[in-house]
């Protein structure tokens, strides 16, 4: 990977130029990553399911007691 640091005058770091082809990989990479964490922390957690028609009707029930 090929890139440029952009220095202020006093020679301190304060951008970096990175080649189109290269942010993408990075940003797959970092895609990839918070995909893979989501999925850990939802294996952590206590998750139940319930059948789609029984989510709407419940939704649906909620609503109309709000008008």
Known sequence: MSYQIIADQKGK???VIVPIKDF??????LDEYY?????DQS???NLTFRPL???????????????
């Open 35 to 39: 995909a893979i964490k989501e999925y």
């Open 43 to 45: 294996k952590k957690e």
């Open 13 to 15: 770091a304060k951008a």
């Open 53 to 67: 028609k029984e989510v709407v009707k419940s939704i649906d029930q909620k609503r109309s007691k709000k008008h």
């Open 24 to 29: 993408k990989k990075i940003q797959d990479n």
